[in-house]
Each structure stands twice: as C-alpha cells, then as structure tokens.
C-alpha cells in the first residue's frame, strides 16, 4: 500500500509532501539522514497527516506531484482540513483510491 503524507516543521513553520509505502519509517529517515537535503534543513518535522491510496507507486506520485504543483500553502492547509479534498484530486487526475 502507498501513501501521500504531509509532514510538518514547527520550528521553521514548513510543510513538506512526499509518497511512501510505510510513513512513520519515512518520518524518521526525514529526521535522521545524515544527507544534505530539503527536509535536512528544516529539522524536526511531524507526522501530521497522510492518505491511503493503493497499491500503485506511481498513483501516490501522481497525486503527490500534482499537490506540490498548487505551490500553495493554503491548499495544503485545505488538504489537511477538507476529508472530501484529496477524494476530489483522485477523481480530477484519474487515481483510484482503496
């Protein structure tokens, strides 16, 4: 199973997307690879949210990419407030949901 999660940097005030088959071993590679990186920079991030898709990497990426493409923090925060939103996006980009 795959996922789209939204982590969450309180002490930089930063939110980041990304697609994973298991969010909470992504968490702690955020918070712990030694490698220079985005996420590196903005250390420590949250768990606050992530979305079941299914079984398809390249659904997860389709729906993470096209997020990332708002450039929006506010539709971020509808992401994270709205149930029905991400739903909606699966629908608008042909993803099938589990």
Same mark, same amino acid.
């Given at each position: 199973? %795959?996922?789209?999660?939204? =982590?969450?940097?309180?002490?930089?005030?930063?939110?980041?997307? !990304?697609?994973?088959?298991?969010? &909470? *071993?992504?968490?702690?590679?955020?918070?712990?690879?030694?490698?220079?990186?985005?996420?590196?920079? %903005?250390?420590?991030?949250? =768990?606050?949210?992530?979305?079941?898709?299914?079984?398809?990497? !390249?659904?997860?990426?389709?729906? &993470? *990419?096209?997020?990332?493409?708002?450039?929006?923090?506010?539709?971020?925060?509808?992401?994270?407030?709205?149930?029905?939103?991400?739903?909606?996006?699966?629908?608008?980009?042909?993803?099938?949901?589990?």
């Amino acid at each position: 199973m %795959f996922y789209v999660y939204i =982590l969450y940097s309180p002490d930089y005030d930063k939110y980041y997307i !990304g697609h994973t088959n298991d969010p &909470e *071993r992504r968490l702690e590679e955020h918070n712990s690879n030694p490698r220079l990186t985005f996420t590196h920079k %903005f250390r420590p991030w949250r =768990l606050i949210k992530y979305f079941q898709v299914n079984q398809s990497r !390249g659904d997860a990426l389709k729906m &993470e *990419r096209f997020i990332k493409r708002m450039k929006s923090r506010a539709f971020v925060i509808r992401l994270l407030e709205e149930e029905n939103l991400f739903k909606d996006i699966a629908k608008k980009i042909n993803v099938q949901l589990v």
